[in-house]
C-alpha cells in the first residue's frame, strides 16, 4: 500500500447528476496520483489522443491528461468499438484493486456512449480507496446503474483493511484531511479459510451495516501473524477459498447481488 496514505481533495463528477451531492471527495493521495497524474506519452501522442475523442477524456478544472486518458483512449475504447455489444470489466489485485476500482468509477461517470453501462469491477484484495463522500458519489453510480462493483477480501487479509484513517506528517496536522476515515465500496465477498463459514456477502445500507462491517474490518477481528498476512493477501489464498464455495457461488451474478441489495 502506498505511503502516501492521505486524502487528495477532488471534485464530485457525479454531482452533475444530483446536485445534493457532495461538491468534493476524498481519495487516496497515492492512488490518485498513480492514475490521475500527468501521463508521461510524448507531446505527439498527447495530440494524437486529443484528436481521437476529445469529450471522452472529460478533463475538468484544469486537469492534465493522465495515464486513466490514456489506457481508455488508446486501449479500452478501440477494443469496446471493434467489439461492440461486450461490456466493459476492470479488475486487479491489491494496489491493483485500488487502481481498478478508481479507474471503473471514473470511466461509469462519463458520459460516452461507447462506454457501456453499467461498468463491472471485481477488485481482489483492495485496501481503501476514498472517504464517506467517496462512497456516498459511488453508490449514486451504482443506483444509476452506471456501475457494479464486486469486492473480494480473504478474512485477516491485513491490506484490504488499510488505510483506516488519513495520515500526514507532524507538520501537516492542521489538513482537513488528517483523521478522516477511509470507507469500502461495493459489494463485498468476504471469504474465509474455515469451510464452515465458507464466505459472507455485504453491502452498506444504513447505520446497522456500518457498524457490522467497521467490526468485520478492524484489527481486532483481524489479527494473525506476518506469515498469515501475506499468505492470506496471496492470489493462491484467494484462488482456494473461491474453490471451496464454489458451487454456491456459481448460482451468483453481480447484476443478481445488486437487485438484491438496491431494491
Sequence with gaps: VDASAWFKRIPNRMRRFDKKQPRYVKMHAGFHKYLFRDTDITADEKERLLSVNPEALDLIEDEEISKFDEILQFHVLPKLREYPGYQLYVTGHSLGAALATLFAFRAASI????????????????????DKKYRKAFNLAEKMGLIRHLRLSNHKDAVTIVPFVSLRALFWKDSPSVGTLYKHVGVNLKLFKDPKKGYK???????????????????LTNLAGIRTYLTNHGNLEYNDRLEQSKAELEQMT??????????
Aim: hydrophobic share 35%; aromatic share 12%; charged share 15%.
Design 254 to 263: 453481480i447484476n443478481g447481488l445488486y437487485e438484491k441489495y438496491l431494491k
Design 111 to 130: 458520459e460516452n456512449a461507447d462506454i457501456p453501462k453499467p461498468v463491472s469491477c471485481v477488485s481482489v484484495a483492495s485496501p481503501y480507496v476514498g
Design 201 to 219: 456477502i455485504s453491502y452498506p445500507t444504513g447505520p446497522a451495516t456500518e457498524l457490522v462491517r467497521a467490526w468485520s474490518q478492524s484489527f
